[in-house]
């Protein structure tokens, strides 16, 4: 009998992503039905609130990653009917079956029997007509099988062995093709699997940074990805081997549950070899397509977590407060290369440059000093951004001593340590050759330094998300996904904080709703053909740039002081006349009422709906009415640090710091107090209370006061802590690793280091916990907390 799959999968996928993102069915439909016809997430988050119901950009970006992922299911779906159907083999049954699958694992479950393959023992066994000994077995328990077996000799089966044999390869191959039983068995792995890593022998000096993977042993379904992708690398590299098999009390259970299907649970000579048959196809097959499954599923889920963990970083510091228009000076330290200086005027144009060799072997510090002091008088620099990378602390020093040198009556420069991630990839990038073609390559980072303390947005988007160093194993991870990922949020934040159309550059335009590198290259030449933007509607000039382009970047793009006041503003064009209808109630001159609070008082949003524009529009421009332009971003703020803590070497125990988070991963966040080597906030320090998630606490950019808990000078590696005892536990824990002693159970005696805990057991057998004390950083945490 021949069945026909639905025609039609759209208001079934509306209804589970609907489920999965908190909104209704419509809203997902609404959604989905602009996202096809070409408008972007930002767009419709933020001028398509009445079609979609007030879906945001968060709730939007889920929409359109699992609506990908459920229309590749839904294809699947209906490749798999189609192949069943044309081997006649499709019945009601296995239809509805089919329709019922969730994910892309059951679908393929179902279609193991049915899918076209190479010539198996199974197909041979039958062909030699050993399928009814198969069956007679199951049938009748209490006959033996060598007996049943002796009635299927014949040419081609030489004797009872080879019967058996091939009885045994049919229903092996039954059981690797029975969807439930296979879905049972992964439901069980899942739940209850064991993960265990062990060292190859000889591999121990090799790979000591994963010496904590050597001998170690948790549950599958609870390692956060950190640790996963730690071991899977340590594994790809061949220093331990993995293994993921059922607890060891529960051995058995598997091979159980495949009894059961074969129905073998009593004491008869069929029973017992149908058990041989279930310990057979467990070992032989099953259990190595379960390691395999869940291997992927959890690298899958690690790489999920990874890229999560990157995006939200990167979110951060796209979205770090930028110091604003102010000339600066950018400093790009270096010892025998010297130093590169580069100043920009407020709207980022280069204006001069130099090279300074304060230190060995020129030690040329006077000359440094006062080449500085000219650059700051001759160019009224108000901002010196100093690069953290080799040489930051000597660089920063010698600019402290410089600035003393400055009369009291004179405002003095504001100087600040930036990140130089990705500032060498930048350099050295076909974009910087075309920006700076005459300038050499290592003057251009110190101009890429001074402008990402103006405006971190502005310049961070010219350099590849991947190369600006805030994910942890970005390399291991999928890395399709992952620029996709981070493209998402380069585009968000860019989109949230808007561009001025007028001075942005053609890879921050790029990322403008609508536009993309070739549409954001034609406006970069029409407004160097034809001058500055005079209002939005001259976009529609642009070569290429069509209706469908503006509706979409127009809401994005500023123009200050144009010839239409709201050009300045997020308003978009098509709701210029609610805006209008708006200042004509308060009877003032558009531009006395914009950014003034107080004239727009009284008014009531739902004076101006009307069928084109409902609620949430006319209150965003009421919003924006009264804080025209605003930029989201936090205002500025620097850390200061401490002087005479330059090295690793002066730092001590108990020392309190200024530091700004450079990193924040699932374990904690990395903080740099100024020593080249940024120090980690374990979550288990993080606060005064427990803390599932340390977004919940810090994120990237912020500046922080941190408690120097443990320094290990030769690992390079530093234990910090934010809570208000200073991280006094965390020390005391050390002091008892010192000794040789960790705490065992509280009233209990205290076990060895190093001594096994029960089968979920962390590095050197700790208890596993979120929260955890860092102790002295297992060697493959540490790496998997490196910046890739």
């Not at 804080?627 to 205002?635: A, I, Q, Y």
């Not at 120097?708 to 050390?734: C, F, N």
Request: a neutral charge; glycine letters at 10%; aromatic letters at 4%.
């Amino acid at each position: 009998m021949t069945t026909t799959a639905p025609t039609d999968a759209a208001p079934r996928i509306a209804r589970l992503i609907a489920t999965e993102i908190g909104a209704r069915p419509e809203q997902v439909t609404a959604a989905v039905t602009l996202l096809d016809e070409g408008a972007t997430v930002p767009f419709v988050a933020r001028y398509r609130k009445e079609v979609t119901g007030g879906l945001d950009d968060t709730q939007l970006r889920n929409l359109a990653e699992r609506l990908g992922y459920l229309r590749e299911l839904e294809d699947r779906r209906g490749a798999i009917l189609k192949s069943i159907d044309s081997q006649d083999k499709l019945t009601p049954e296995l239809a509805k079956s089919i329709a019922g699958a969730e994910t892309k694992a059951q679908l393929e479950d179902i279609y193991l029997p049915y899918k076209p393959k190479r010539r198996t023992k199974a197909m041979i066994a039958r062909e030699n007509g050993l399928e009814p000994l198969a069956e007679a077995i199951l049938a009748d328990h209490s006959a033996d099988p060598e007996a049943l077996a002796a009635g299927y000799i014949t040419e081609n089966v030489e004797d009872t062995k080879a019967a058996l044999n091939g009885a045994r390869d049919i229903l092996m191959e039954r059981l690797s093709e029975d969807a439930d039983l296979l879905g049972r068995l992964r439901g069980y792995m899942q739940s209850n699997a064991v993960l265990s890593a062990r060292v190859v022998a000889g591999k121990e000096q090799e790979g000591a940074k994963f010496s904590d993977y050597f001998e170690h042993s948790e549950g599958w379904a609870k390692v956060p990805s950190h640790r996963a992708l730690a071991m899977l690398r340590a594994s790809n590299e061949g220093i331990v081997t993995l293994e993921i098999a059922p607890p060891e009390e529960e051995a058995d259970r598997p091979l159980d549950m495949v009894s059961a299907k074969l129905g073998a649970s009593g004491e008869g000579p069929g029973d017992k070899w149908l058990r041989k048959v279930a310990g057979w196809t467990w070992r032989v097959k099953l259990s190595l397509s379960m390691t395999l499954d869940l291997l992927s599923e959890m690298r899958a889920r690690a790489h999920e977590e990874a890229i999560a963990v990157f995006a939200r970083n990167l979110k951060d510091l796209l979205l770090a407060a930028p110091a604003g228009s102010k000339a600066t000076l950018g400093l790009d330290p270096g010892i025998r290369t010297g130093v590169k200086a580069a100043v920009i005027d407020s709207t980022g144009k280069l204006l001069a440059t130099d090279t300074l060799y304060p230190f060995q072997p020129k030690n040329d510090v006077r000359g440094a000093q006062h080449a500085i002091l000219q650059l700051v008088a001759r160019h009224g620099v108000e901002l010196i951004a100093i690069g953290n990378g080799t040489a930051s602390r000597e660089t920063e020093k010698l600019v402290a001593e410089t600035l003393k040198m400055m009369p009291d009556h004179v405002t003095k420069p504001t100087k600040v340590v930036v990140s130089e991630a990705g500032a060498s990839v930048y350099s050295a990038s076909e974009l910087a050759a075309r920006e700076f073609p005459e300038l050499d390559v290592s003057l251009r980072g110190a101009v890429s330094i001074a402008r990402r303390l103006q405006d971190p947005l502005a310049e961070l988007v010219k350099i590849e998300p991947k190369s600006i160093g805030v994910g942890q194993y970005q390399h291991d991870v999928d890395q399709h996904r992952l620029a996709k990922s981070l493209e998402a949020v380069v585009e968000d934040a860019v989109n949230a904080v808007g561009v001025d159309l007028n001075t942005a550059s053609a890879p921050l335009l790029a990322h403008v709703s609508g536009l993309g590198p070739g549409l954001a290259e034609a406006v970069v030449s029409h407004r160097e053909m034809k001058g500055a933007f005079r209002s939005r509607k001259e976009l529609l000039e642009v070569a290429r740039l069509g209706p469908r382009a503006f509706e979409q970047c127009a809401g994005f793009l500023r123009i200050r002081e144009g010839d239409e006041p709201l050009d300045a503003s997020s308003v978009h064009p098509e709701a210029y006349g609610v805006a209008r209808k708006i200042v004509a109630a308060c009877g003032r001159d558009l531009r006395q009422i914009m950014g003034n609070e107080g004239a727009l008082k009284g008014l009531r949003a739902e004076q101006f709906v009307d069928e084109t524009f409902g609620l949430p529009t006319v209150r965003d421009i009421l919003s924006e009415l009264e804080k025209p332009g605003r930029d989201p971003r936090p205002s500025f703020k620097t850390a200061s640090f401490t002087d005479g803590v330059e090295e690793i070497t002066d730092l001590k125990p108990g020392m309190v710091l200024e530091g700004t988070v450079t990193n924040v991963a699932a374990f904690g966040a990395f903080v740099d107090v100024g020593v080249h080597q940024d120090g980690l906030v374990h979550v288990s320090q993080l606060a005064d209370r427990f803390v599932k998630d340390p977004h919940e606490v810090v994120k990237a950019g912020d500046v922080v006061k941190v408690t120097v808990t443990e320094v290990d000078v030769p690992r390079k590696r530093i234990g910090l802590s934010m809570k208000k005892d200073g991280g006094a536990s965390a020390r005391d824990q050390k002091r008892e690793r010192d000794s040789g002693f960790r705490s065992g159970p509280k009233g209990g005696p205290k076990a060895p280091r190093g001594g096994q805990g029960g089968g979920n057991s962390g590095p050197r057998g700790k208890p596993q916990g979120r929260n955890d004390a860092p102790g002295a950083l297992g060697a493959a945490l540490l790496d998997a907390m490196k910046k890739s």
